[in-house]
């Protein structure tokens, strides 16, 4: 993407990721990265193409983790 496609991309929400500020790196393969901020309060740093697939920090599957294992505990204690 060029440099102005992905000034647009500043503000927008992917999942809960809100892309918060454009970085500018030496490498000469990627030259940038998008610092997001996820609805959790966590910052991460991510490339442009990144964003299609990816919608949280890692929050949502801890989140998605906890409620089926307790959901499995659940089930064991009726046993």
């Known amino acids: 993407m060029k440099k102005a496609e992905l000034i647009n991309l500043v503000g927008q929400s992917f999942g809960r990721l809100k892309v918060i500020e454009l970085i500018q790196l030496p490498s000469k393969h ?8 996820c609805k959790c309060g966590t910052i991460k740093y991510y490339h442009a193409s990144d964003l299609d697939r990816t919608r949280s920090c890692g929050c949502l599957r801890k989140e998605k983790w906890r409620k089926s ?8 204690e009726r046993l």
């Open 30 to 37: 990627f030259k940038y990265k998008l610092k997001c901020q």
């Open 69 to 76: 294992y307790y959901a499995w505990i659940k089930d064991q």
